[in-house]
């Protein structure tokens, strides 16, 4: 399956191209060992031999280095941009050396919280779900079984769709109640240091915001909503040598979980660059505070052939 993968990224290498948007690809974590619990993620032998191969043909830049050779006009013809959401350890020890292994820099966009006491409300709640000893669950109408480790699996990917898309006190109030409805568990730190995030910058990554709490913004009040954003930037900007000028929106869908009002509380937060989920290419008529990415990290690999399809049309298509 990965072969097909990385003849489409060869394709991509021969197509004659007009102009040259920016393709961005998004991804969270690169794990060592397959898990149920995450299917969406890269495991790190894929994920070598996929950045082995990309490096063959695209320039692999960070964001704030990408935007500003487009607006300089210096924008490499193979540029891409990779980026890893939320702030996860592996990031760190994984991904990063991998991409640095073929001379490539990346963007790491991070949730505060992570950084501070290690891990997001997520996190926690993989732990309580994977860790009880209840057979069974029944939370607000829905019944979960909890017998085996698949079951569990399904049980917590269906529970933190139930729970981003709500406001921040509820959604808080909702892992209370599981927490004592399942039993308490241990969350390890999973999410990437304070001091390697400086390291990441140092070594010429780029660190971008993704809110403080991990939340969906437009399921909040403004305040909190500008509050999150705000945290998140004052918390990176006192911690790293250089200002942070890159911000991804959790879930990122414009129109669904962010709206030109956020964009708005972005400006005010003084970041100059906003990323969305939706697809496309970036160009310098792109709107700064909006600007788009795709998703390769789906497990199954004909996604990410869709993905790198998508950014040849796009280039041909402008
Ligand atoms: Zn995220």
Redesign the pocket.
Known sequence: MLSVVLKAVDAVNKIKLKSNPLPVLYFHRVLPTATAFCPDDWHLDNFQLLIRKLSKHFTLMSLEDALQCLENNTLPSNALCLTF??GYQDNYELAAPVIESVGGKASFFV?TQGTERGYLWNDELLEIVKCTEAKSLVFHGKHFNLDTEEQKAAAYLSLVGQLKVLPNSTRDSHLIELQQTLGKAETPRCMMTASQLVELQNRGHCIGA?THT?SILAYQADDVAFNEIELSVRFLNKLLPKNVTCFAY?NGWFGRDFNEQHEEMLRQSGVAYGFATNDGGITLNSPKTRLPRFMPHRKELNQFCISIKKIAGEKLSD
């Open positions: 959401d939320d949730s993704h991990h959790p």
